[in-house]
């Protein structure tokens, strides 16, 4: 039995998972206090799990991100995929913990443009997401977990930069 990079990291982790204590935890609970940023995201640089597949892993692509809450951020963007045709996505970004200074949470967007996945049409995606900002630049990090024939998985690495 193969257990997939998703499912390793989260039999790995799950031990370290507790609620946050008086004494403070590992992980600590972010406030979902108002707020408003908006930020500008790069494409993707992606490392493909299917590194023997002629995959492209320089999704060139530029998005938004508007954090309305500590917890919640609205995105949208555009990006050249894996199967080199271009994809839109939209959709929310929810981060309910941190680790030290790194968000943790998913991606809840819905996704276009891939071939083999819904004739290239639109499907609902859940990606686990990690988020590191440090002043006006951050970096979001998605474990994409690979589906079938359809989708190839992979860590994506995306540059933002805070506007406001």
């Not at 257990?3 to 403070?24: F, Y």
């Not at 002629?54 to 938004?64: I, M, T, V």
């Not at 809840?108 to 900002?133: C, V």
């Not at 190839?152 to 995306?158: A, D, M, P, R, V």
Request: glycine residues 12%; hydrophobic residues 40%; contains cysteine.
């Amino acid at each position: 039995m193969r257990l997939s990079p998703i499912a390793l990291l989260l039999a790995c982790c799950a031990p370290l998972v507790q609620a946050q204590t008086q004494d403070g935890g590992l992980f600590t609970k972010i406030e979902a206090a108002p707020a408003s940023e908006l930020w500008l995201d790069s494409g993707f640089a992606t490392a493909h799990f299917d590194s023997d597949k002629d995959l492209n892993g320089a999704n060139k692509g530029l998005g938004a991100e508007y954090r309305f809450s500590g917890t919640m951020a609205a995105t949208a963007g555009r990006f050249h995929n894996s199967d080199r045709r271009w994809s839109n996505y939209a959709g929310l970004i929810w981060q309910p913990y941190a680790l030290g200074p790194v968000r943790l949470g998913l991606a809840l967007a819905a996704f276009d443009g891939y071939p083999n996945m819904r004739n290239g049409g639109w499907f609902p995606a859940a990606i686990p997401t990690l988020t590191y900002e440090y002043g006006r630049v951050g970096l979001n990090l998605g474990i994409i977990p690979s589906y079938r024939d359809r989708l190839y998985g992979g860590i994506s690495f995306q540059l933002k930069f805070r506007l406001r």
